[in-house]
């Protein structure tokens, strides 16, 4: 049987991550999108073309695109929406075009995924990714002051902001607000205050119904022009998997995911299996999910986080934190093989190793948040290990 297909992602040419570099961890396919265009706008062949050459120059493939940015207008469902879904239309035709048939996107409302520290030492003076749940409330209560977060928090909760925030020095805030307010993935876009909070407007009226509302006229309009191209949509869950910031979240566990795949049936409607989005919450139980709703998954990615008793979390290793990977990479093992006795095509599953700790000469590098080099190699060689010694115990 095959296995998965090992890729990185990388974020184009500006990454400090070369090519090169990712050729020597063994994967081979790259994970990227074109960052440079913005949201909205059709990527055309030429530029699309362009990015495959240069992956194709270094020995690899381009397995996945990711993203494939949604529009806000889409998201909160404005009259011009059908205008941003025929251009996304356009460039999944285009993508198919020169050959890139797998594409993941996400459906988070203003920002992607969100944390609050970006340097988290851990006790091997690794650095991590964290989310810390009174820093975040600390930020929404006393510094974007969004009025109505009063009323979601307990007063324990407010209380713990306030101490957090107490403690703070003035660079210390605004690091904190450059965290939570930074943008897309491969940009380096900051939000203000004042900025996010014109964001917010748009949104008063959205609430988690009407985001799945607008998530299922999405699919049932793209959905037909993906399969016509012989493309895979996989959606990424929430990262956090819980509302923030007076936003509502509606990728968050299985009965999401559930939904998701019935508003538009087709082998085209998936899933990205985000471990790392899913596994803050408790009660997502990944290894079930795997087995419940394998066969709609289209892509992997594989992290680990460890989560706190306030709703904090952060980065663990990739085999250690609060999910159960070797259940999950069991059930993935499992799927495969339900994939070759139906006779499907689609046994490689893509499969990504995510938010890699900053370890070694890690530090020498000014790498995107997340996609260390060594780090990120560390977590590929483990998975891979899992993967082969659960095989063969299965044989």
């Known amino acids: 049987m095959q296995n998965l297909k090992q890729t990185f992602r990388w974020f184009g040419p500006d990454d400090e991550v070369t090519l090169g570099d990712i050729r020597q961890t063994g994967a081979s396919g790259i994970v990227t999108a ?18 495959q050459n240069i992956i194709q120059a270094a020995g690899l493939d381009w397995s996945v695109v990711e993203s494939v940015n949604i529009h806000e207008t889409i998201k909160t469902g404005e009259p011009d929406r059908n205008y941003y879904i025929e251009k996304y239309a356009l460039t999944l035709k285009n993508l ?31 650095s991590a990714l964290r989310y810390d749940a009174s820093a975040l409330a600390a930020f929404e209560l006393y510094i ?38 930074a943008g897309l993935p491969g940009t380096d876009k900051v939000f203000t205050i004042k900025e996010f909070r014109e964001h917010l407007k748009s949104y008063a009226e959205v609430d988690a ?48 995911l559930k939904d998701i795949v019935s508003y538009a049936p087709s082998p085209s409607n998936g899933i990205t299996l985000c471990t790392g989005s899913l596994g803050a919450r408790a009660d997502n139980d990944i290894p079930g999910i795997v087995e419940r709703l394998g066969g709609h998954i289209h892509f992997l990615h594989l992290r680990n986080v460890q989560r706190e008793a306030d709703g904090s979390f952060y ?44 370890i070694l000469d ?34």
């Open 34 to 51: 074109l960052h440079q265009i913005p949201c909205g706008e059709e990527w055309t062949s030429p530029e699309i073309a362009k990015r």
């Open 96 to 126: 198919a075009r020169e050959g890139l048939k797998t594409v993941c996107y996400n459906f988070m409302p203003v920002l992607d995924w969100t944390r609050t520290h970006l340097d988290f030492r851990l006790p091997n003076h690794a």
């Open 144 to 181: 974007l002051e969004r009025a109505s977060a009063f009323n979601e928090y307990t007063p324990e909760q407010q209380k713990a902001a306030k101490v957090y925030l107490d403690k703070l020095s003035v660079d210390e805030i605004k690091l904190v607000t450059n965290v939570i307010m």
């Open 209 to 256: 119904a009407k985001l799945k509302q607008n998530l299922a006229y999405f699919l049932r309009a793209i959905i037909p022009v993906a399969e016509e191209a012989g493309i895979k949509m996989c959606i990424h869950p929430d990262d956090p998997p819980f509302p923030i910031l007076g936003l509502p979240r509606v990728v968050s566990d299985e009965n999401d």
């Open 315 to 358: 980065e663990a290793e990739h085999l250690s934190g609060s999910t159960n990977m070797y259940s999950v990479m069991k059930n993935v093992i499992l799927e495969q093989q339900k994939r070759v006795k139906t006779g499907r095509n689609d046994i490689a599953i893509p499969m990504r190793p995510d938010h890699g700790h900053k």
């Open 362 to 395: 890690d530090f020498k590098r000014n790498t995107y948040p997340g996609y260390s080099i060594i780090g990120r190699l560390k977590g590929l060689a483990e998975l891979r290990g899992l993967e082969m010694g659960i095989k063969r115990s299965l044989r």
